[in-house]
């Protein structure tokens, strides 16, 4: 008995350094295709009602100014928002794609099943943000196609829009998996949610042009991550942005390293998810 407990602990401490050395494909892939099997499922829900939403609130625009022409510097005001409403989708799924994803298996008491598995914390945090990723895209090529009924959607630059689109949607799933990690009731998720990822993407220059705005909540807005998201999106698609590109750019490069960095280390500590 002694000598098979010492055979296994062998086995396990050389498995171990196995991973240390090189990524567990297998187990990066599995975990990559649960994760986007999760949400295309139910891709009613998770797809197309959040497109049909973005729909909504065009046409909700689009019936209030009825036939006013109205222009944000030489872009007509529905292409000007067009792009606003795909990206603020398309984030706020990649942010509930990660968040409850991993809330969800904490309450259920199955998180286990993800811990288990020898996958370092690159790996597990990985998995999951594609799986964010996946949701962000696939909402905003299904809002694309709802909205180009009525709105006429060209591509003005594409890597921007390559860029932005993957960025945003990196982050916002990195910020559910913090706040997935975080939180240990459903309640605690709906506070972040409501009290702070939709109030910065309704005030991030969705709706309107911060230039607009005066001086000093105009300087307020370049301290939200999410008009730099909306902005660099807006861009690809119309031309037009109301701060430097490049700058919106890097600063959504280095807050999505940030917060890898600070994923990777909460699940290494095991933070609220090995108590």
Known sequence: MGLEQKDSNKFISDRSLKGMKSVNWLGL????YREIMRFLKIYMQTIIGPALTTLLFLIIFSVALGRASKFVGEVPFLEFL??????????????????SSLLGAKIAGNITDLLLPPLTALEFASAFLVGSISRGILVGIASVALLIIFVPIKVYDTFALIYFSIISCSIMGLAGLIAGIWADKFDQMAAITNFIVTPLALLSGTFYSISN???????????????YMIDGFRYSLVGYSDASVIVGGLVLFIL????????????????KLKS
């Open 29 to 32: 892939k599995t975990l990559i």
């Open 82 to 99: 067009g792009p606003g409403l795909i990206i603020m989708s398309m984030i706020q799924n990649a942010f509930g794609n990660s968040s």
């Open 213 to 227: 705005l005066p001086r000093t909540f105009y300087l307020i807005s370049q301290f939200n991550p999410f008009f």
């Open 256 to 271: 999505n390293i940030s917060f890898f960095i600070i994923v990777v280390i909460m699940l290494k500590t095991g933070y």
